[in-house]
């Protein structure tokens, strides 16, 4: 578990997040490009409340959701994406 303090100053947890959460959770991250060639994340409203329910330690209901500011929210999805994702591109050290 890490425990995180937002730019707000708020401090959540994220919890170890296991191997089939970890895989759910990335399955539903939809990226695409713009016109501009800029990346985004389709239905993010979604994606992000999904990761949060999942991966917060402790009470992640409909009113703690609602009572964070998109910022938060945003915040906490982009400091669990690079968690999980950490690792992805480096190749095992297993025999």
Same mark, same amino acid.
């Given at each position: /578990?890490?425990?995180?303090?937002?730019?707000?100053?708020?401090?959540?947890?994220?919890? #170890?997040?296991?191997?089939?959460?970890?895989?759910? /959770?990335?399955?539903? =991250? $939809? *990226? *695409?490009?713009? #016109?501009?060639?800029?990346?985004? =994340?389709?239905? /993010?409203?979604?994606?992000?409340?999904?990761?949060?329910?999942?991966?917060?330690?402790?009470?992640?209901?409909?009113?703690?959701?609602?009572? !964070?500011?998109?910022?938060?929210?945003?915040?906490?999805? !982009?400091? /669990?994406?690079?968690?999980?994702?950490?690792?992805? $591109?480096?190749?095992?050290?297993?025999?």
């Amino acid at each position: /578990m890490d425990k995180i303090k937002l730019k707000s100053g708020r401090e959540v947890s994220i919890k #170890d997040i296991g191997l089939d959460d970890r895989d759910a /959770m990335l399955d539903s =991250v $939809e *990226y *695409y490009q713009n #016109d501009d060639g800029n990346p985004g =994340v389709k239905m /993010m409203h979604t994606t992000i409340t999904k990761w949060l329910r999942i991966g917060l330690n402790g009470k992640a209901d409909d009113k703690y959701i609602l009572g !964070l500011t998109f910022e938060e929210r945003t915040e906490i999805f !982009l400091i /669990m994406q690079k968690k999980l994702l950490t690792g992805e $591109e480096n190749a095992s050290n297993s025999k």
